[in-house]
């Protein structure tokens, strides 16, 4: 990655800081013209993976695992959101 050092010191640590609105994601869920679909790399043992098991258990919602790590997703969005919706 050539630009880990940008990554560690600014991108890194926002993500660690970011705090989901969790009552604003439950009231988008209950409209009928929204679903929140949570996602996480079968193999994934990092944040990631952590983040969106901790937020789909406070949505009372069912993660949906697509193959690989946590980047895997961007190689199969389609087939995840078809199999979701």
Request: glycine residues 8%.
């Amino acid at each position: 990655m050539d630009n880990i050092d940008y990554f560690l010191t600014c991108e890194e640590q926002a993500f660690r800081s970011y705090k989901p609105n969790v009552s604003k994601f439950k009231a988008a869920q209950s409209s009928s013209a929204t679903k929140i679909i949570t996602t996480s790399g079968i193999d994934s043992k990092f944040p990631p993976n952590q983040y969106s098991a901790g937020l789909t258990e406070k949505l009372g919602k069912t993660i949906v695992y697509f193959p690989g790590n946590h980047v895997g997703g961007s190689l199969t969005t389609k087939r995840i959101c078809g199999e979701a919706a």
